[in-house]
Nanobody
């Protein structure tokens, strides 16, 4: 089990930056994969970025070269740095953690709102 708490969302103008944080209730070193998803009104939840326990990362094409995901083991926290934000990045952003390989279990945070004004 792991509890996840997101923070850092808010309102920003297009071209601005935000940093999202996801605090985990256990060592993120013990978590196989962590990631960020987002859901805009009327749309399906979509993958934004993921990071494995080995440090490999993967990004949605729409955020490559603008967003960066990383983890801080000492703080049990995962981050998403979002630069050059666009109105289409407006969504609720969710942190997720997956534990286990043969029988994976996924956990979700409550979400944090990101709104980008034009």
């Amino acid at each position: 089990q792991v509890q996840l708490v997101e923070s850092g969302g808010g309102l920003v103008q297009a071209g601005g930056s935000l940093r999202l944080s996801c605090a985990a209730s256990r060592s993120i070193f013990s978590i196989d994969t962590m990631g960020w998803y987002r859901q805009a009104p009327g749309k399906q939840r979509e993958l934004v970025a993921v990071i494995t326990g080995g440090g490999r990362t993967n990004y949605a094409d729409s955020v490559k070269d603008r967003f960066t995901i990383w983890g801080d083991n000492a703080k049990n926290t995962m981050y998403l740095q979002m630069n050059n934000l666009k109105p289409e990045d407006t969504a609720v952003y969710y942190c997720t953690a997956t534990i286990g390989v043969s029988i994976p279990q996924s956990f979700w945070g409550q979400g944090t709102q990101v709104t980008v004004s034009s």
